[in-house]
Nanobody, 113 residues
Framework: QVQLVESGGGLVQPGGSLRLSCAAS???????MGWYRQAPGKERELVAT???????NYADSVKGRFTIFTDNAKNTVSLQMNSLKPEDTAVYYC????????WGQGAQVTVSS
């Protein structure tokens, strides 16, 4: 079992920045870490994933604005979100997959003026 604890959500104005972080209770070595999001009335969608080797993948909608990175020593994955738009408003979920998949509890991100 892996517990994932997210932090860093909140309310931000359009064009602003936020950083989400997720701490895993177990080593992230050889795991795929990532962030997904779910907006009201929509399905959960991929935002970004990264391997501990540093290979990353982004949804087209966030490329150039979001950056995913890990701290392997601290077993954390973070998502730096810049140039935020109202359509980025969603609950963001941390994701961990190695032998099995695990999800965090979700962090609300609201982009509004």
């Amino acid at each position: 079992q892996v517990q994932l604890v997210e932090s860093g959500g909140g309310l931000v104005q359009p064009g602003g920045s936020l950083r989400l972080s997720c701490a895993a209770s177990r080593s992230i070595f050889n795991a795929i870490m990532g962030w997904y999001r779910q907006a009201p009335g929509k399905e959960r969608e991929l935002v970004a994933t990264i391997t501990t080797g540093g290979l990353s993948n982004y949804a087209d909608s966030v490329k150039g604005r979001f950056t995913i990175f890990t701290d392997n020593a601290k077993n954390t994955v973070s998502l730096q979100m810049n140039s935020l738009k109202p359509e980025d408003t969603a609950v963001y979920y941390c994701y961990y997959r190695r032998a099995a998949a695990y999800w965090g509890q979700g962090a609300q991100v609201t982009v509004s003026s």
